[in-house]
Structure formats: C-alpha cells, structure tokens
C-alpha cells in the first residue's frame, strides 16, 4: 500500500481525535493557508453559525480554539498522518481483511436488497466478521450446551440484515464512482446491464476496493464500525438468548423448549448504542420472541400498573403483554394484530383506548406514534413504551414553549401522540398524521429520501422522493375494513372519563411510596429532544459522497443541528452527545430516571441537574391535579382531535339546530347567568402558566386541512378578542376569576405581540392590527389603565408597514378595520401617530374604490374580481369606517365616498329576496344558479343592517331608514336557528334587532328581540352551545365560539354597560 493512500486513512479521524496531538506537537509547517481559509469560510456561513454567539458555542463544543481549526482545516493528510502516530484501528481492520488469503465467493442470503452487487467493494470485511461470528457462537454453544441455536444457521440468520444497513452507507458514493468509470469508458459490455456487472466485478478485486475505500476514509471507518458492530451485536444476541433460555421457556412457553431458533428478523428498530436493534425470533414450535436491546424496567412496571388498574374495577379490562427484563435489555411476548369479530367488539376496542389515553395522559408521555399501537381484536396494545414520564428540560419557560413546535400541547392528552393529530408538514402543506389512532395507510413521508433507480444499470442514480408511509397494524379492523376512530368518539370518551376518574378515585394509592408508580422511579426512560425522522434524514445526507473524504467536512454538515438552538438554547449542551452518536451510524438516544433529574447520553456520559423536575415529579403532580375542570379541557382536546378526523372525511356542514321562540322575553338576569356560564366553560378551556392563558382551537389550514392550534393574536378567534369578553364579563359580574383570566390572556398577547410583531400580517378589525388596537383600547377603558393606550399606541408604527402592503381594504382584514381601530384609540388617548395613520388608510381606501354600474366598490385578491357587499368583506364596513373618519376630519370627500359605497349595495339589493347578495366566489350556500344570500353579520342583511345603524348620527336620511326595516324583517324571516355565535349566527343577528329596537324606539320590536334571545336560551339548553364552525365544532374565541355566545348574552343583559363589539362601538362611558 502506498505511503499517499496510507497516510488518507487518517482522514477519518473527527475533530475531537486530530486536537489532542495537534497541541501536543505544535502548529505543523505544511500548513496549506488558502485551503484553511476556504474551508474555514465554508464553516462559517453554514447557518445558524453565522451568529458570532453560536460560532464561539460551537468552537467550545468541541474544546478548539478558531485558530486551532484552521489549522486543522488546512493540514494536508500527509502531515496529519505524521503525527498521529499509530495506524487508526480501522486501518488495521481493513488492511488485515483486504490482504490476507482471498476467501471462496461470499453469498448474502436472499433476498438481498437493490444493488446488492456493490456490497463486493465491503466483503472481505463482512467475510472476516462472519467467520469470526461463527466461531464466538460455537464457543457460545460449548459453554452452555442448551442454546436454542445451530452456529452456522444463526450466524446466517443474522447477517440478513446487513446489507440493508450498508446499502445507504455505499450506495451514492459508488454510484457517484460507476458514473466516473463511465465516463472515463472503463467499463466493458454491450448493455448498461454488462457494465453495470463489470462494475461489480472490478469492486470485488482488492486493489480496487483498497484504491476506493482510501479515497472515502469516512466511508471506509463507517463500513469498518457499522460491520463490527453487527459482529458484536450478533454475538450479544445469542449470548443472551443461551443464558436466559430456561427463563424465557418458562416465561413464554410452558416451561418446554420450543425448539431450535429458525428465523431472526433483525433491524426492527433505529440503531442505538453501537447499532443495536430490536429483533424478533422465531422458533421451531412457532414460538415468537422480541428481543429489545436497552432496559425493560419500565415496560414491566407499565404490565404491573395495568394489572393494578384492571384489579381496582377498570371494566374492561386493559390487556397486559408478558415481559422479561434482564440487565441493561429484556424480552417480550410477540403481540400479532386480529381483527374485530362484532361491532360491540370494536366499541369495547375504543373503550379501552380512551382508558389509555387518560392513562398515558397521567404519566406524561409521549411519542406514541402508530407503530406503537396494535389493534388485537378488542385490544388496543401499547407496545414499545421507552417515553413514559418524560421530563422537561430546564429552559421550558413561557418563552420556549411558545417557540417550539408543538410544545403548547405539552401538558395535555395530546402530547402521548395517540390520538389524531398532523405531526409534520411537507412542502407542499399537506400534513402527515403518524398517531396511534389517526395513522392510515396511503399517507407519504414528509421528508423526501434518497431512493436508487436504473438499478442494476450502469445508469444507476440516487432521487428524492416522498415515500408511502406502509400501513401498521394500529387501527382496529372489522370485515376487512379499518375503523375510523371518528365514528366511535362517544365510546373513545366514555373510556377516558372512566380511567380518568378511577385515577382521581386512587390517587393515594398511586401516590403511596408503596404504590405503583414506585417501580418506575429507577427504570431508565428515553427523552425525546429531536425526532428521529430528523435524525435518520440527517445521518443518510451526511453520507454523500463529499462528506466522506474527510470526517471534518462530515462535522460540518453535523452541525446543522446547531439550527434549532436559536429556538431551544438547551439543545447547545446535547450537540457534542448527538454528533458523537451520529459519527458512529447511531440514531443519537438520551434517558433519565423517572425519579431523577439528571440526563445520560446513548454512550453513558453523565448531565447532572439537566432538568427543573423529575418526570416522577410531573407524574405525581398531574395526579395531584386531576379535577373535574381539568376533566373537561382535557376532553375537549379529545373532541377537538376527533372532530379533526371527521372534518377531514367529510366539510361538515353549516350547523343548524331547532330553534323555537317562546311567547315571554328572556330577563337580563336569566341573561346574565348564561353568560357567566358560557364564561365559566371558556376558563375551563384555558391553559395557564406563568400568569399566561391561552386557548386552542380547530383552524383551517392554507391547505383547507384542519389543525388543532394555539389561539392567535386577532380578534376574530385569538387572545384580543377573548381577553375582552373576560373582561366584560369581570366587570359586569364582579367576579375576579374572569378579570384574572382576561388578564391572563392580554399578558399572553402583548407578550406574543412584543416578541414577534411582524406575525400580525393582517390590519383589518377581525384579522389583523385594528382589532388588536381596539380590544387593548377597551380594556384601558375597562380597567381605567392608560397605560395600555401607550401599549396600542407603541404598535401603530408595525401597523404602518401592514397598511402599506395591505390588498384586503375591508372591515374584517384591510384597511377599513385598521381605520374603525385607530379611530376607537385616538377618542381615548389622542395620538398624532394613530391619526396620522387613520388618514393614511382613508386616503387609501379612496385611491383603491372602483366605479362600478351604480355607485363605488373595492375590489381585491379575496373578491374574486367582485365588488362585495356586507359589513365584513364589502361595501357596508368600508362606508361606515369611511363615515366616522369624515366626521372626525371635517373632510367631505370620505363622506362622499361612503355614499357612493351605499349606492353600490343599493343596486344589488334583491327586492324578491328581501336581502343582499353574497357575492364572494365561493359563497355557494344556495342550490341553483341565481345569487347566494347569508343572513348574517358577516355577510347579508344583519350586517349591513347594523352599520347603517351605527352610521345614523352622520347620515340620516328615508333610503337608510328604509334598508334599517328592510334588514329587520330579513333577519326576522331567515336568520334564526343557525348557531349561537356572532359572526353568521343568532346572536350576531339577535344583537343587531337589539340595536335596531333601540335606535327606532321600537318596543314591540324590543320585546320581540328579548323573545328571540329565550329561544337562544332554550336551545343552549336543550342542545348545547351552537358554535360557528362546521358541524358545531367546540371553539373558544369571540366571532364563531365561546367568547362571542357570552359576550352576546351580556350585551342583552345590560346592552347600557357593555360595547357592542359588532358596530366597532367606543368604550361606554
């Protein structure tokens, strides 16, 4: 071998191993400086460690100074080799397997993997490996006699796998050599099929494949380690399995000997620990065995909890899984899915799976996923439980988890990941459900990977593509159909609350230092810090041909994970663990001890204090806390994943329910009550922390895809909104819990504000800054604090940008609400800035108005080229914001455009309907080919209705007061019996005939709106709240949920102490 291709062997070698020599000896001369420089550059500009901060982390990671790694950056291989000294052990491996006798043609047990044919350039070394693992299990077998195996066969057996693990390893590397071979014409045949052989032969010669390897020596050490690895790991195997035969037999199988081993299925799991998997045997008698290797502990004491739970009266029953746990791995019996025979069956299966999710609910954990569950029959089966009592890390404040994804969801039923619910989103917005109950098969990974085509060829390439998830066995089936989970949810629910409730019921028991959960506090527990699909993407990227020529180009690419600290600053102290792992072909595994706070790494190094609490901490806390409020929030996320199914099977319809309007008016007391009721049920709703509270909700994706997400900012359905309702509701019942809640909520939304303010894209009153602005104004107002005047104020400059950019002009999104807002703050805390700003969207509004047939219209990416009528989306909202700012200006000319914007609606109005046209492309709530019509405040007569109202004391004429009564008698005849909210909804158009009754003096008007409200009444009564999303769907916030049904009731209450949000009214004095 030459001394050139010797000394790249050192290449190999990682940061960490080229350091200690390197102070040791002193800066080398040959030092290639402009090299260094480059690379060093490359380094620099890899984000995120561009940031100066992250860089000086990141050099400390790793104990190296820069000037340090530039000159390692620059040392050319021969200088490197110099002074490391000693041959790296993987050098000796290759040279001892790639020199001595050439061994008879080695064959890999079918079926072997596409490609296959390239494992020649390795088989010298898998050669060696095998035979060495043959002989280490005769040994095995002469030393315990009884072990269930024949040497040969199961060194046969195990080596199945390996070529699955070394095909990603070598494939685009020797791809990338087949093209060159190509190109270069060294390769012989008359078909890509020939010369995709002769390639294959070429690898099989030991001076080809010396000559290669020498050139990838990352690659080379990886072959090297991933092959002895698998040695090592096989021989473990069968070790095991002969010393605890006599345990396992009695265990698993009667006490008889089941037989000779016959099938070992291995690579069943990621690598961890020196590419250690999951393995399934399979003996001669048909007994089938799972081997896992790390600690069982707490699966064992997760069967026992079980059987305490089924002892103590759970009906039915949850079914347990046999396990034996050694030390430091265990075995377990292998559970097989089977179908439902009945649908009481099926309904048994949900109500067992709803017990386990209150159950997994308690232990806090998570990463459940869909190949964690089989459905056996009636029984839900948790398999594979290394995350129970999974801890938080220290940095969890309100910031952090309002920052990593998903992390709002920690701390509820959603965070095991059994129940629906989208884990990923790829590109192009569609979302990926890998949960234990929403899992289904036709699902494409989110991420693409690497697949080979023209295999076999010397066209051979490596493409991205996004794979079909395969189907699991983790959705009940029944007639060979799969069972949604949707259609069982009273079953799932009913399961929940049963468990949820013994929990509560035994608590002391649970919590005793005897009881149950004492048997998990030293079982060690895998914490989840990254995803493993982000892991295994970064390992199979890392093996591109150019990170295998040297370990520290590899490095860098590693250091992609420094991506994520900007968001978890905690992750900093875990990269050099992850990287180490990673090096080595590892999916990078962390635990802790359920009773401890301290973290260890995948090779046992020691972080003492990582975590604030121990997860048994958390544990006995959430058992502590389980209450009947608790109950309910938790059950409503239940439903709101459910109902994410069924949305996603079906739109769901506009809800409507039997409404029927008793003969005597509702008393504002009655009134009042519901409200606080609806009130009481929206606190319940709440998460807090920290003096934070916050919501989720179902939203509708860009995809029209259904979430179940975090409240925002706006006013329609988030934190503004929300926050003054509680405060309406405080201070008309006197109730500090609902100030206290309202309070919460505006500290959440000035602090999200304050972090991120360019989030907030929108300007209009219900999606954007003026609702913003308006809803901190009225709570100044409120509360008598000033101060939050200069808070709304302070954001009017963000605001400005937004207007600029602004394409929307309306009430609801543009400018036109952005206009109601900063007028509703400048009569409360006059400000240059919000006037200037006010005038700025007026002058705007009148540069975008379009002439029209009769009259002016607005015209935007949303209208579909169509001039929109209402008080939301069109002409209604605009000449009202229009109209106040006249009045506050003393300028004619918005005056004058806010008539013509009445013109316009004027011309649409159908006499025969008796309302206006919803002219929005996809309206489509009618069944034939005339115009759609809503009777709602968004869109339709209510809506326009009102905002003729509210705009009287500055046009007052008879074609207004006629579109008043007009508005009246279309609300009366087609706007009941919908939902209870206020955007498209009963009280939304109950509260205009409110407004209507006063503004006219008309009592019987009056009286017949309070009658209307009882109807509203009855019907929470009879039939629950009525929500404005499809199918009624639970949702907090103010325009379709529980916010607004509660605002609604106290604004009929004492419509004299409470703004009407609906006309964007002033505060009340």
Not at 239 to 247: E, K, S, T
Request: aromatic content about 6%; charged content about 20%.
């Amino acid at each position: 071998m030459g001394e050139g291709v010797t000394s790249r062997w050192v290449l190999g070698h990682a940061l960490e191993e080229r350091l200690p020599s390197l102070r040791m000896r002193g800066t080398p001369e040959a030092v290639d400086e402009a090299r260094a420089r480059r690379r060093l550059e490359r380094w620099r500009k890899q984000e995120p460690l561009t940031r100066d901060s992250l860089w000086a982390q990141r050099l400390r990671a790793s104990g190296l100074t820069e000037a340090e790694l530039h000159t390692l950056l620059g040392e050319p291989a021969e200088a490197l080799h110099a002074r490391m000294g000693a041959p790296p052990p993987w050098q000796r491996v290759i040279e001892q397997a790639y020199t001595s006798e050439v061994s008879p043609p080695f064959s890999w047990p079918e079926p072997t993997p596409p490609g296959a044919a390239l494992l020649g350039l390795v088989e010298p070394l898998v050669h060696e490996a095998h035979a060495r693992l043959v002989s280490a299990l005769d040994t095995c077998l002469r030393d315990m006699p009884a072990a269930p195996f024949e040497p040969k066969h199961a060194a046969r057996m195990l080596l199945a796998p390996l070529p699955r693990m070394l095909m990603p390893l070598l494939g685009r590397t020797l791809a990338v050599e087949l093209r060159i071979a190509q190109l270069e014409g060294r390769l012989q045949g008359d078909t890509p099929e020939a010369r995709f052989q002769d390639f294959a032969q070429h690898l099989r010669r030991r001076d080809v494949a010396l000559d290669i390897l020498a050139r990838y020596p990352v690659l080379a050490r990886q072959a090297v380690e991933y092959i002895t690895a698998w040695e090592a790991t096989g021989v473990e195997l069968m070790q095991r399995l002969a010393r605890d035969a006599a345990a396992l037999w009695h265990r698993f199988h009667y006490g008889v000997p089941p037989g000779p081993l016959v099938e070992a299925q291995g690579g069943l799991s990621d690598p961890h620990r020196g590419g250690r998997t999951v393995f399934l045997l399979r003996f001669a008698s048909g007994l089938r065995l799972v081997y896992k290797p790390r600690p069982l502990t707490a699966e064992a004491a997760f069967q026992q909890l079980l059987s305490w739970l089924n002892a103590r009266g759970l009906t039915p029953p949850l079914r347990t899984v046999e396990v034996l746990s050694s030390d430091g791995y265990g075995w377990m019996e292998y559970v097989e899915a089977a179908p439902c025979q009945s649908a009481e069956e099926v309904r048994r299966f949900h109500l067992r799976q709803g017990a386990l999710v209150a159950l997994l609910y308690a232990l806090d954990v998570t990463d459940i996923h869909y190949e964690n569950l089989i459905a056996v029959g009636e029984h839900p089966v948790l398999v594979d439980l290394e995350t129970l009592f999974h801890p938080h890390t220290l940095a969890a404040s309100i910031r952090d988890v309002e920052k990593q994804p998903g992390a709002v969801l920690n701390g509820t039923v959603l965070k095991s990941g059994l129940l629906p619910q989208p884990a990923w989103r790829a590109k192009d917005g569609t979302e990926v459900d890998f949960s234990a109950l929403g899992a289904s098969e036709g699902q494409l990974t989110p991420l693409g990977y690497l697949v080979a085509t023209a295999h076999g060829t010397d066209q051979l390439r490596f493409e991205r593509r996004r794979m079909e998830i395969p189907g699991a066995a983790n959705r009940p089936r029944m007639e060979g159909q799969d069972v949604s989970v949707a259609v069982q949810a009273d079953a799932l629910e009913q399961g929940f609350s049963t468990l949820y409730r013994l929990l509560a019921e035994h608590r002391d028991a649970l919590l005793a230092p005897e009881g149950p959960l004492a048997a998990f506090e030293h079982a060690p527990v895998r914490v989840l810090f990254r995803g493993t699909a982000s892991y295994d993407a970064l390992l199979h990227e890392s093996m591109h041909p150019h990170a295998m020529g040297d370990a520290l180009d590899r490095q860098r690419f590693f250091d992609h994970l420094w991506l994520a600290v900007k968001e978890r600053p905690y992750l900093a102290a875990l990269i050099p663990f992850e990287q180490e792992e990673l090096q080595r072909g590892d999916i990078p595994r962390f635990t802790a001890l359920p009773g401890s706070k301290d973290l260890w790494s995948g090779a046992g190094r020691h972080l003492p204090g990582f975590f604030d609490d121990s997860g048994l901490e958390r544990a006995r806390r959430r058992l502590a806390e389980l209450s009947p409020d608790d109950h309910e929030r938790q059950l409503g996320l239940l439903r709101n994943a459910l109902d994410r199914v069924r949305l996603a099977a079906s739109p769901g319809a506009r809800p409507r329910y039997p409404f029927h309007e008793p003969p005597e008016p509702a008393h504002p007391d009655t009134l009042l009550a519901a409200a606080r009721r609806a009130g009481e049920r929206l606190v319940a709703l709440s998460f807090s922390g920290a003096g934070h509270s916050h919501w989720l909700s179902l939203e509708r994706s860009d995809t029209e895809e259904w979430r179940l997400v975090q409240v925002g900012t706006d006013f329609y359905q988030g934190l503004s909104g929300i926050a003054l309702v509680l405060a309406q509701l405080g201070a008309l019942t006197g109730e500090a819990r609902f100030t206290q809640a309202a309070r919460g909520a505006l500290r959440h939304l000035t602090w999200r504000l304050e972090a991120a303010p360019t989030q907030v894209r929108g300007v209009g009153i219900l999606n954007g800054w003026g609702g913003i602005l308006y809803a901190l104004t009225h709570l100044g107002a409120l509360w008598g604090e000033r101060a939050l005047f200069a808070t709304a104020e302070s954001f009017v400059d963000a605001m400005a940008s937004r207007v600029e950019q602004d394409e929307h002009l309306d009430l609801g999104s543009g400018c036109a609400g952005a206009l109601l807002g900063l007028l509703t703050l400048v009569g409360q805390h006059p400000s240059e800035r919000a006037s200037r700003l006010a005038r700025v969207c007026g002058e705007k509004l009148l540069q975008t108005a379009t002439p029209q047939s009769q009259g002016l219209g607005w015209l935007s990416p949303a209208t579909g080229g169509q001039a929109l009528c209402g008080l939301a989306h069109g002409g209604a909202g605009i000449a009202l914001a229009l109209l106040r700012l006249a009045s506050v200006t003393g300028e004619s000319r918005f005056h004058t455009t806010a008539m013509e914007a009445l013109a316009y609606e004027r011309g649409q109005f159908s006499p025969e309907a008796g309302d206006w046209p919803d002219l929005r492309a996809d309206a489509g709530m009618h069944g034939g080919d005339g115009p759609a019509f809503m009777c709602g405040w968004c869109n339709g007569a209510p809506g326009i209705g009102l905002a003729r109202i509210s705009g009287l004391p500055l046009l007052d004429d008879h074609r207004v007061r006629e579109e008043i009564a007009a508005a009246v008698r279309a609300t009366l005849a087609g706007g009941l019996g919908y939902n209870h909210g206020l955007c498209h909804g009963d009280l939304g158009n109950v509260l205009f005939l409110l407004e209507a009754a006063r503004a006219l003096h008309d009592d019987t008007l009056l009286r017949r709106t309070y009658q209307l409200a009882g109807g509203i009444l009855q019907g929470i009564e009879s039939h629950g709240y009525q929500h404005g999303l499809p199918d009624s769907i639970e949702t907090p916030g103010l325009m379709v949920g529980l916010a607004g049904i509660a605002h609604g009731l106290l604004r009929l209450a004492a419509p004299e102490r409470v703004a009407d949000v609906l006309s964007v009214a002033p505060p009340v004095s």
